[in-house]
Nanobody, 124 residues
Framework: QVQLVESGGGLVQAGGSLRLSCAAS????????MGWFRQALGKEREFVAS?????????YYADSVKGRFTISRDNAKNTVYLQMNSLKPEDTAVYYC????????????????WGQGTQVTVSS
């Protein structure tokens, strides 16, 4: 229902930073919980971060990115961001933005709308 387009990926050195953007259209994201997931080559898709649409906008992070990544939303711009700092080679993956109307969701199966993904490559 809501269309999502990621951008901001690229090649960066270990220790560097990137900010991913997820632009939504078709629906406002103000009533959607938004999430970021990633999938490395040959690996399963995994949860990265999410932010609720209600309940104070609680955020959730995978242990592997806590303290380094920050998810945020700008409802006026209908955009969600993922600020990634202190990047590591193991962060290399295709990053996907997703949306759900549920709260506190971290499992991919609960997200019904997905973007095409943006490649993030972190070199040693």
């Amino acid at each position: 229902q809501v269309q999502l387009v990621e951008s901001g990926g690229g090649l960066v050195q270990a220790g560097g930073s990137l900010r991913l953007s997820c632009a939504a259209s078709g629906r406002t994201i103000s009533r959607y919980t938004m999430g970021w997931f990633r999938q490395a080559l040959g690996k399963e898709r995994e949860f990265v971060a999410s932010i609720n649409w209600s309940g104070g906008g609680s955020t959730y992070y995978a242990d592997s990115v806590k303290g380094r990544f920050t998810i945020s939303r700008d409802n006026a711009k209908n955009t969600v961001y993922l600020q990634m700092n202190s990047l590591k080679p193991e962060d290399t993956a295709v990053y996907y933005c997703a949306a759900t109307k549920g709260l506190g969701q971290i499992a991919a199966r609960f997200f019904g709308s997905w973007g095409q993904g943006t490649q993030v490559t972190v070199s040693s």
